[in-house]
């Protein structure tokens, strides 16, 4: 069952410039911390930005001040705008979500993943 649906990926140069975009159902995104991880190949996935459960917002320090996630509730969809990209950005990147009901357990919900590659 399809749960998260990411968007956005594709071929850039480096120094430009990518928006994904993440669809998730209304139930998980309403109860889920949502976040974005990546994995490049040989490499383990790791996360690259992430809100918290009081809504602020984490970031890897190797994305710091370039990507920046962001959310609409009212499409139950969360972004990364990233800027500045790099080659070593380039990576499947995952939309994640850590469903936490509040009488259930938690639960990680991930989408299939969207390529960026970002060229020299």
């Known amino acids: ?13 480096a ?25 490049a190949p040989g490499k383990q996935r790791e996360l690259v930005a992430s809100f918290t459960s009081g809504g602020a917002a984490d970031y890897a ?12 509730n009212a499409k139950n969809t969360v972004y990364l705008q990233m800027v500045s990209l790099k080659p070593e950005d380039t990576a499947v990147y ?6 936490r009901p509040r009488w259930g357990l938690r639960y990680d919900y991930w989408g299939q ?4 590659t970002v060229s020299s």
Do not use: P
Request: glycine share 16%; hydrophobic share 35%; net charge positive.
């Open 15 to 39: 120094g430009g410039s990518l928006r994904l975009s993440c669809a998730a159902s209304a139930s998980i995104f309403s109860s889920s911390v949502m976040g974005w991880y990546r994995q």
């Open 113 to 116: 993943g969207t390529q960026v």
């Open 94 to 99: 995952y939309c994640n979500a850590n469903h």
């Open 1 to 13: 069952q399809v749960q998260l649906v990411e968007s956005g990926g594709g071929l850039v140069q």
């Open 61 to 72: 320090d190797s994305v710091k001040g370039r990507f920046t996630i962001s959310g609409d």
